[in-house]
Each structure stands twice: as structure tokens, then as C-alpha cells.
């Protein structure tokens, strides 16, 4: 079945700790964004990905950061230095980035929450 | 900066019935797309329906039916026939033409009574 992946479903982290969310995708889709939720508000974009090797910051990407070495896998990390982390974090695939629709598919989501 | 605007945190609607979520944006651009989000307790996003600016005729995807008001910048959800598994929040979201990353609204909690 194609789709995104997401790992771990539920995160626990200590303060002044590093962790690392997983994004992996199997729909040979270009693009790759990071989103963040909160309650009673819309998702924020901390970053995305149009291509290998490439990613641009979002509107809240202080705090975090991504790699892109595998078309298939974008990993974000959160930083110590982000100080309120707990949210829920969405990854996202599409075609491409400019596409006319750009239909963006999203994976099952990783609650973070620190202690 | 464009923003997207949902006035409603909740709305509740009888099984079987027709509720209307509503969205309103801001924007100067010409080029661009709207799109309504549907969130389940899941929490797995998916999309429900998408709609060009440049086309006239609203989008339809069996049940869900929108009511794109350009000048207006309104861009409303009708959901007919509700039924319980439409229970979600539902966002709305706008993407310019020129760019790749989507502007969300705050949602909207639906709630079906049997």
C-alpha cells in the first residue's frame, strides 16, 4: 500500500533533550513538508523539502531541523533550543511543489510531549 | 500576508440533515486554490475537496458541495445528508499559484446527532 509513515505515534522527551520524528513515504512524491499542531489552531509549517538535498525553513522552524538524503524519508529533529514542543507534528508528501493541484497527503501524525 | 478565517470552533448538525462550514481569506493574488481538510479523531488529514479561483463552476465531490464567492473571498462547505463518520474537525486551507505552502484556517469542530 502507498502512503507516509510516521514513527514513534506517541514521543516523550526530557528537557535539554534532542529527538527525532521519522517521515518515511513510498508514493514517489517530490515534496516533503513538516507541520505543526496545536490546539484551537490551524497547522504551521516549520519545513519542507522540494527536492533531495534541498529544504527551505517555514514560518516556526526555529528550534528544529530536517534532513533530506532519501527521497522517501524526510527525519525532523526538535532541538533543545525549541522551548515548547509539545504538539502534535504532521508530515506531508506531494508531487511536487508547484504543481497546479499540489494535493498534499498527510501521515498519522507523532504526539510529542515533554516531561 | 494571506490568512484564512474560520468563525465557527463548533457547529452540530442532525444525522441526515445539511450543515455549512464557512471560511473566509484574504488575498491579492488571482492565482490560487482552496482546499477544505477533514480530521477525524484519527487525527489522519484528508482531503475532502478543492477548488481553482479560476473556475466559476463550484467543486463537488458527491455529498460535499462548496460555495466559492470570489469576490467575497468566501469559500463555504455544504455537507449533505450527514452522517456520523463525518464527525471531524474540518479545515480550510489556501495555496497561492505561485507557491507551494498552505495557509490554514483555526477548524472547525462538526458534531452529528443521532
Known amino acids: 500500500d502507498g502512503g507516509i509513515t510516521q514513527s514513534p505515534k506517541y514521543l516523550f522527551r526530557k528537557e535539554g533533550q534532542n529527538v527525532t520524528l521519522s517521515c518515511e513515504q513510498n508514493?514517489?512524491?517530490?515534496?516533503m513538508y513538516w507541520y505543526r499542531q496545536d490546539p484551537g489552531q490551524g497547522l504551521r509549517l516549520i519545513y519542507y523539502?522540494?527536492?533531495?538535498?534541498?529544504?527551505q525553513k517555514g514560518d516556526i522552524a526555529e528550534g528544529y531541523s530536517v534532513s533530506r538524503e532519501k527521497k522517501e524519508s524526510f527525519p525532523l529533529t526538535v532541538t533543545s533550543a525549541q522551548k515548547n514542543p509539545t504538539a502534535f507534528y504532521l508530515c506531508?508528501?506531494?508531487?511536487?511543489?508547484?504543481?497546479?493541484?499540489?494535493?498534499?497527503?498527510f501521515g498519522p501524525g507523532t504526539r510529542l510531549t515533554v516531561l | 500576508a494571506q490568512t484564512v478565517t474560520q468563525s465557527q470552533p463548533e457547529m452540530s448538525v442532525q444525522e441526515a440533515e445539511t450543515v455549512t462550514l464557512s471560511c473566509t481569506y484574504d488575498?491579492?493574488?488571482?492565482?490560487?486554490?482552496l482546499f477544505w481538510y477533514k480530521q477525524p479523531p484519527s487525527r489522519q488529514m484528508i482531503l475532502v475537496i478543492r477548488?481553482?479561483?479560476?473556475k466559476q463552476q463550484n467543486a463537488t465531490e458527491n455529498r460535499f458541495s462548496v460555495n466559492f464567492q470570489k469576490a467575497a473571498k468566501s469559500f463555504s462547505l455544504k455537507i449533505s445528508d450527514s452522517q456520523l463518520g463525518d464527525a471531524a474537525m474540518y479545515f480550510c486551507?489556501?495555496?497561492?499559484?505561485?507557491?507551494?505552502?498552505?495557509?490554514w484556517g483555526a477548524g472547525t469542530k462538526l458534531i452529528i446527532k443521532p
Open positions: 508514493l514517489n512524491h517530490d515534496a
Open positions: 523539502s522540494q527536492i533531495v538535498n534541498d529544504f
Open positions: 477548488q481553482e479561483a479560476y
Open positions: 506531508a508528501s506531494s508531487i511536487d511543489g508547484t504543481g497546479a493541484y499540489n494535493e498534499q497527503f
Open positions: 488575498t491579492s493574488e488571482s492565482d490560487y486554490y
Open positions: 486551507a489556501y495555496r497561492s499559484g505561485s507557491n507551494y505552502q498552505l495557509i
